[in-house]
């Protein structure tokens, strides 16, 4: 089992910056992935980034590309989420994902292991 625990969401204006943090613990081998998706009211989950645990390669969705960071620090099991120039359409709950797969993947059903998600507004 992995156990993925999120925080840092809150409140924002548009333009502001939140920091992400995705806590992670359990069996290493099961995380080789480590993603972020997110979830706005009525709209399905949506892949956000994601990052090789051991390397290090990341990828982004479109719309977030050149705003958003993912990075992992693996002395404290940690992987994070910076998000600067945030827009209103950011708004949603922030997911932490863990998947097993050798290859990434922006689809959730690829990922094995899910926080409780933090929520993310950002208003106008």
């Known amino acids: 089992q992995v156990q993925l625990v999120e925080s840092g969401g809150g409140l924002v204006q548009a333009g502001g910056s939140l920091r992400l943090s995705c806590a992670a613990s359990g069996r290493y081998y099961s995380r080789n992935h480590m993603g972020w998706f997110r979830q706005a009211p009525g709209k399905e989950r949506e892949f956000v980034a994601t990052?090789?645990?051991?390397?290090?390669?990341?990828y982004y969705a479109d719309s977030v590309k050149g705003r958003f960071t993912i990075s992992r620090d693996t002395l404290k099991n940690t992987v994070y989420l910076q998000m600067n120039s945030l827009k209103p359409e950011d708004t949603a709950v922030y997911y932490c994902?863990?998947?097993?797969?050798?290859?990434?993947?922006?689809?959730?059903?690829?990922?094995?292991?899910w926080g409780q998600g933090t929520q993310v507004t950002v208003s106008s």
């Open positions: 994902a863990a998947s097993n797969r050798l290859e990434k993947s922006v689809s959730w059903s690829d990922y094995d292991y």
């Open positions: 990052i090789t645990w051991g390397g290090g390669s990341t």
